[in-house]
């Protein structure tokens, strides 16, 4: 970027604070962009048509994937340029240039279990970016914005960088309290609070074959496609969801009177627009040595500015998504993505918890806490 920035007589001097940004937001947007261009691969199936063969030219791949050639031969001299493709067999006619979907790029675009799928992002990047106009309204109106209004494309991208994590390691997220493991492995009920589509259920079914689930979520089509997940998955014998606000006792306490073994509450605090009154909730429903278990988002213990790469993250996010749609259910407590661990230790004991450990996991992204 200092290469193209000439000083002028109108700006004599070009701080480097100044060209810092600069750069950032040039690379940002190169980054941003190459995301929707997984977006748009992932929504035509390309990424799908490419790992069916070993070699794909533009003719090849627009009839496979039903797009027209000119589109195609653009988006994959794209996908080889920003180095997702390898370009396999070098040609001057365009049309004649093979392209390949490395092994390694399938696993992160395309195996939606693998530790490094990460397809959810371009879908949730997409899904903030198509609700912005609804954003700034909401900014100026002082209101909130419903989770359904921000598509299929962030409740899917949640869900789809989620569920990897529950997949490989929710059995070893709940082993880290052994008391409760063992209950669960003789059976009882767990409350999946925050269900979303399901894939954490679904997870802890799997995990603990004599135990019954039951997922709660407030978003209607969530649960919807978390009864599929459950159908496909072969656990929904023993999975039942409900749609529902978990602060709300009518929602919960039916569901279990006072039988439950464990409540788990993943990356879903944080959107409680009541957090308060649903841990009490969640109290009120445990059995005699019942816990609940929260994971939400792991960042610092205070408001540091710069902050770190993810709490950057986390912070835009808040911004444009987890703020604007708490304040839609409630205006009780709007905390926004950055939950800090002394607030979930005084949201516990304000419902009543005398004991509130955070539990030793390795999450690049969560922090776990156990509250009893």
Known sequence: ???????????????????????????????ASELLTIELGRRLGLYTALADAAETTAPQLARRAGIAPRYAREWLEQQAAAGILDVVEASDVADNRGYRLPEAHAEVLLDEEHPLHMMGAAQLLAGIALTLPEVEEAYRAGRGIPFERFGAELREGIATLNRPG????????????????????????????????????????????????????????????ARRNAEEAGVADRVVFVRGNTADADSVEPLFAGDCVLVTVFEALHDMGSPVRALQRFRSVLAPGGAVLVADERVADEFVAPAGEIERFQYAVSVLHCLPATLAESDDTANGTVLRAPTVRLWADEAGFTRTVELPVEHEFWRFYRLD
Request: glycine share 8%; with cysteine; charged share 20%.
């Open 1 to 31: 970027m200092s290469s193209t920035v000439i000083p002028s007589a109108r700006y004599p001097e070009i701080t480097p604070r100044g060209e810092e940004l600069a750069s950032r937001i040039l690379e940002s947007v190169t980054a």
């Open 166 to 225: 529950f997949a490989r390691d929710l059995g070893s997220w709940i082993s880290t309290m052994p008391d409760i493991a063992a209950s669960l492995n003789r059976g009882g009920m767990v409350l999946d609070a925050g269900c979303g589509t399901g894939w954490s259920t679904v997870a802890i079914a799997h995990a603990f074959p004599n135990v019954r689930v039951i997922g709660i979520d407030l978003d209607a089509t969530s649960i919807e496609e």
